[in-house]
């Protein structure tokens, strides 16, 4: 496979990426972000990482839930780590590590003689503060990224291989089949996307599944026009038609000789399409439309904080985070650009 | 002179009346007992004032003045009807009939005919004399085509048949099926308000041609501008006929009620707080605990008013689908409700400003079955029953499982206020090993998926209503199909039995009793479980806005929510209070600019407050 050999060229750009350093740290860091999220449960969660009791050593964080009752509290729920960790600390039996943030996205953190939203406390761990139900921001705020992050790459996997191939064999084949796409895909993208998501699932609940579904289904049109521009230009290349004279069959000509030659393209809009997946996913949430109460998730944070401006700490966070990422997808993309422009110098508007 | 033009005119109409009469003369039956009401105690304060200005507002502007036809289902409907009096209304306190537009009142024999005898003394706000054939003429109104109003059309043919005249001022109303005397006077008076029959001469083109014209009314008030886009005013009327009325005595004191059009509800707060407007409702906590604060509250100038009544409560809580193969066990259904933990959410969530409600049926005064308590939340009772019913063991996630099958429900409901509420009862229910996943629609589409019985488990009301409806939402007629309101599916000889006998019966002590027997079968059967009431109002006001010592009545909001509203200044069984003094205005304006202060006032007014 060509794509995965290091071949001079490919090293050259990659070195050429490295060099431009605001894409480059934003890449690490954006990664690592990303890899974190993978494991929120161990960072931001109300399980314990470890408890010792009586002797014996207990890992909540994934796994089984632990009742009370094992622990030597007087109900069969889940154990409240934080309570155990007094108790314990208390009597002397034990010990509690929990994580950083030791709240779940779902769980309110309810007082008796307030009502939430909670400012930021570091006494009570909430570094953030709380939302309208007492939930803790920054939890809510980990997980959310969570799900916009792998919400994004996965719609962008799937509208990629779609609207590529599509796009691939509208330049190829051309002829009546790209004409017949052409109006199809002009049709259907004058339907006004916002609706019928607003239609949708005002009649059905989305999931994560079915809304990457719904918002795919608008999703795929971008990438067929590059894509068919481009195979059109490299089909006349003279290295398809020899491909062709040698009897290679269509689908090897397309994905053996085209689509390497084409993958620059692909690889520069990535990162601005993760960027249009998160945006898709927060302003859907902050309409109602997206994913049902109580997953964790931007769109909803942001439309909490906006109706209740006295509480600035929700609103702040949220839009800090969310400037944060979009400027380092930002970043990432601009480089790519770069790193995949044969022209050394070149400038952006 | 224009005394004698009127008299000339009255004179004329009463033999038009007479000639009309003389044509159709049926008889009245001779063992009618004649029914009024005097003797109850008045509700107004005698220190009342009248005149000035009220100022409220409206969030847009009305569509139309009818009460009929396209578009008349606004909110500002209330306002025309509540000037538009009643045959016989309810006394807000004692709930009994007391006179309106008739002097009298009887029942038929035949449990579906209600006569009256009318005022001789009504008129229409133009002077011409309110008679039977106006009754008459309702139907005919009410019936025609030209008012493009199916709901209208279909409830004068589906639920009243006619109204008969015996001479002028004597009429009756009959109605397609029997009643009790309660529902039977709710049918004939209150949901039959009479319409000019001078006033539409011609029908056609009723819509468009009558939708700014002011019909004639009969309450105290009429409008007497309109800004279009802006305001409108309604003007005391200074010789209405009903104002020396027993009940009606230092009643819609202010001469003017001015609404002006204020688009948004922040905005009309600060048009409040600057004086341009002297009353707002501030039911909502977000406006009573947060918003209600500052200067003008703590110097005095504006008070705060909370006001407990005891009108008929929704049927809010959670309906249990027993369609569904695991809610149909009654263990199931007992776990569910002692591990609803709906007092939490009160506390906690909404501040303990609504009641926990006790049984389906509240604010229903005699007909409330008040030794039902609403199950407590406690786990252990919980944990008992989940057991019996198979499900004591719990997965890797706590969540109680059965042969591979987890205890997990959807709860379906439409407002975005109520998902704080779920989203700390959902953490409750996995306490208890019940896992809860919440399926918000938008209100239309979660009614209508509940309407088809598609729900697990429905967050939601049905509206309080006059009397506890149970044919409805509990028969077995209504179980187990879509369309109907049914939402628990039951379907339950006993219950059928109970609910046939309330129905049929025209006894009101009767219908109490088996009122209470049908709440506790409700209780017992826990397919409803028991919600949230909000049985007060609370508004603030400027405090030369005057009111009597008790605020406010025991029905009040049995039709319209608000003190201050529309109702509050015109509804003429309950409203119209409030007096304002001008020289308490002048005072406290004065004050305000030099920075004197007055007490601080926060009523809380617990009269009419039913203990739980």
Known sequence: MSLFNLNPLTVKKINRFKSIRRGYYSFIIFMTLVLLSCFAEVLVNSRALMVSYEGNLYFPTYGAVIPGKILGLDYEYETNYRDLQKVLKKEGTGFVILPPIPFNPYENDLRDTEFPPFPPSLKDSHYLGTDTIGRDVASRLVYGFRTAIFFSLILLIVSYLIGVSIGAAMGYFGGLFDLLFQRIIEIWSNIPFLYVIMIISSIMIPNFYTLIAIVLLFGWIQMTWYMRTVTYKEKAREYVMAAKALGASNSRVIFNHILPNTVSIIITFIPFSVASGIIALTSLDYLGFGLPAPTPSWGELLSQGSNNLESLWIVSSVIVAMTVILVMVTFIGEAIREAFDPKKHTTYE | MIFSTSKILLSVWWLLFLSTSLQAAPQLPDNLQWLTNNEDPVYASPDAIKGGTLNDWLASFPLTLRTVGPDSNGSFRGNLLGNQMQLVQVHPN?????????????????????????????????????????????????????????????????????????????????????????????????????????????????????????????????????????????????????????????????????????????????????????????????????????????????????????????????????????????????????????????????????????????????????????????????????????????????????????????????????????????????????????????????????????????????????????????????????????????????????????????????????????????????????????????????????????????LLGRRAPYVFDYNGAFEVSDGGQLWIDKKAKKETLTAKKKGKSYPAVTRIDKTFKVEN
Do not use: C
Not at chain 2, 347 to 359: N, P
């Open chain 2, 94 to 554: 004692t709930r009994k009939l007391i006179p309106g537009l008739a002097t009298h009142w009887a029942y038929g024999d035949d449990n579906k005919t209600m006569y009256f005898k009318l005022n001789p003394k009504a008129r229409w706000s133009d002077g011409v004399p309110v008679t039977a054939h106006d009754f008459v003429f309702t139907f005919e109104f009410m019936r025609s085509k030209e008012i493009v109003d199916p709901w209208h059309a279909n409830f004068f043919k589906d639920e009243l048949d006619k109204a008969t005249v015996y001479d002028d001022l004597t009429f009756s109303v009959t109605t397609i099926k029997e009643r009790p005397r309660d529902e039977l006077h709710d049918h004939t008076s209150e949901d039959m308000r009479p319409i000019a029959r001078h006033f539409y001469k011609d029908m056609k083109g009723f819509v468009k041609k009558y939708n700014w014209a002011v019909a004639p009314n009969t309450g105290a008030y009429k409008i007497t501008k309109i800004k279009k886009g802006k305001s409108i005013t309604f003007s005391r009327k200074k010789d209405w006929w009903a104002k020396d009325l027993k009940y009606n005595v230092n009643r819609f004191n202010v001469d003017k009620v001015k609404f002006t059009v204020i688009r948004d509800r922040n905005l009309a707060w600060e048009h409040f707080k600057k004086g341009k407007l002297d009353v707002f409702d501030t039911t909502l906590p977000l406006y009573w605990h947060e918003k209600s604060k500052g200067k003008i509250f703590d110097k005095g100038y504006v008070h705060k008013l909370w006001f407990y009544t005891e009108s008929p409560q929704s049927s809010q809580g959670i309906w249990l689908n027993q369609d569904n193969e695991i809610l149909k066990d009654l263990n199931v259904r007992l776990g569910i409700a002692h591990s609803f933990n709906i007092k939490k959410v009160n506390e906690q969530v909404l501040r303990s400003d609504y009641e926990l409600k006790q049984t389906i049926s509240s604010g229903f005064g005699p007909f409330t079955n008040k030794q039902i308590r609403a199950r407590e939340l406690d786990l252990a009772k919980a944990d008992e029953y989940f057991a019996k019913a198979g499900w004591e063991k719990r997965g890797d996630d706590g969540i109680r499982v059965k042969n591979g099958q987890r205890l997990s429900f959807a709860v379906t409901y439409g407002y975005d206020h109520h998902t704080p509420r779920l989203v700390v009862l959902k953490e409750e229910f996995k306490r208890a090993g019940l896992e809860l996943s919440l399926r918000k629609m938008d209100p239309a589409a979660s009614f209508k998926s509940v309407l088809e019985k598609k729900h697990d488990i429905w967050w939601g009301a049905l509206g309080g209503g006059s009397w506890p409806q149970y044919w409805g939402q509990f028969h077995s007629d209504n179980a187990h199909k879509p369309q109907t309101n049914n939402f628990t599916n039951t379907d339950d000889p006993d219950m059928d039995a109970l609910i046939d006998a309330f129905r049929s019966s025209t006894n009101t002590a009767e219908r109490a009793k088996l009122a209470h027997k049908l709440q506790q079968l409700i209780h017992d059967q826990s397919a409803w479980i028991a919600g949230l009431d909000v049985p007060y109002i609370r508004n603030v006001y400027w405090r030369w806005i005057k009111l009597p010592k008790v605020p406010g009545t025991r």
